[in-house]
């Protein structure tokens, strides 16, 4: 949440230097308050582990928020009872007409698969050609990151040597972005996937901004349209045994993986996993719903399509953090 301040509190104008939420009582007068509506596209099949995972760290924004489920309908779910996606979830056509704050689009274990070959991608694409006049900011996790990067720019996945896995350390590039907010300069971050992005073509993409990356994954937080498409390539929102789980169901389908990085004290699956990304993930989700709160119009019809963002305040200059860029060139 913002801080409200006098107009011309000389602190007003350092905190804003140092990228913290200040709101003058000019906006303030003006700001109308209503619940956020977020909608969640669930494609992993453990769907109540991953409502669980998101409802945690978007809990920690004191505005109310209006959570809806959404699922596919061109794929039926084999790992979450028919009963509880009857009851919880809605499809494409149930909210086509609706508008909404935020879209979170999560990750899907499909990418082995060509985007094409997979059996909902036609719909998957509706929506996220939807989301360009009906939501607005849009979210992507992992695969979904890979997707929207797909279908929105032509950004291709490259397949890895070895599947990634572990909680591997990430840097941030650009302090000055709105999602990196109260951010240490390193943070921690789990992964768990067989591919990655064609880092050449989605750095050289003038409409993509990489604002966070690792040395071992690659980018991992990328903005686009004033930060209404948002790509990260990792699972932040993860539990402490997510990766225990998927380690230990790829141990019994005969797999041979290899025990997920820095996740086991002294590299022994046998031991309680450390949790050591959970603040660096609520801060980062917080930051998210908070521009959300910022910048989307009181009434949601009134919103532009995504493209068309010169009304919104923050400031995307290609400019890097001087004080980052020069202690790590």
């Not at 109540?48 to 109310?64: G, M």
């Not at 939807?130 to 992992?142: A, D, G, Q």
Request: hydrophobic residues 35%.
């Amino acid at each position: 949440m913002p801080i409200k301040v006098q107009n011309n509190l000389p602190a007003k104008y350092i905190l804003e230097s140092e990228n913290i939420f200040v709101m003058d009582e000019n906006r303030a007068i003006s700001q109308n308050i209503r619940p956020l509506k977020i909608v969640i596209l669930n494609l992993m099949p453990l769907k109540e582990d991953t409502e669980l995972d998101l409802l945690r760290v978007l809990s920690n924004f004191p505005i109310q928020t209006e959570i809806s489920f959404m699922k596919v309908s061109t794929y039926k779910s084999t790992h979450t009872s028919s009963s509880h996606l009857n009851e919880f979830y809605v499809e494409f056509k149930d909210i086509e007409a609706d508008y909404f704050d935020g879209l979170i689009i999560t990750g899907a274990p499909v990418e082995k698969m060509e985007f094409s070959e997979v059996d909902y991608w036609e719909e998957l694409c509706q929506i996220m050609d939807w989301s360009k006049t009906h939501v607005f900011s849009t979210f992507h996790i992992c695969w979904g990151a890979q997707a929207g990067l797909y279908h929105h720019y032509g950004i291709q996945k490259v397949r890895l040597e070895k599947k990634l896995s572990g909680v591997y350390k990430h840097r941030i590039l650009h302090r000055k972005k709105m999602l990196m907010r109260g951010m240490d300069d390193e943070f921690f971050v789990p992964q768990s996937r067989y591919t990655g992005v064609d880092e050449e073509a989605l750095r050289s993409n003038k409409e993509l901004y990489v604002v966070a990356d690792s040395e071992e994954c690659g980018s991992y937080l990328i903005l686009a349209c004033s930060s209404r498409q948002i790509f990260v390539t990792g699972h932040s929102e993860y539990d402490r045994y997510d990766l225990d789980k998927e380690y230990k169901r790829d141990l019994g389908k005969g797999l041979n993986p290899d025990i997920p990085v820095n996740y086991y004290p002294d590299n022994d699956p046998e031991k309680t996993p450390i949790l050591s990304w959970r603040s660096g993930s609520n801060c980062i989700y917080s930051n998210w719903l908070n521009f959300v709160y910022q910048e989307t119009p009181f009434v949601l019809e009134e919103m532009r399509p995504v493209g068309e963002d010169s009304y919104l305040r923050e400031d995307h200059s290609s400019e890097r953090d001087s004080t980052i860029s020069s202690r790590r060139n």
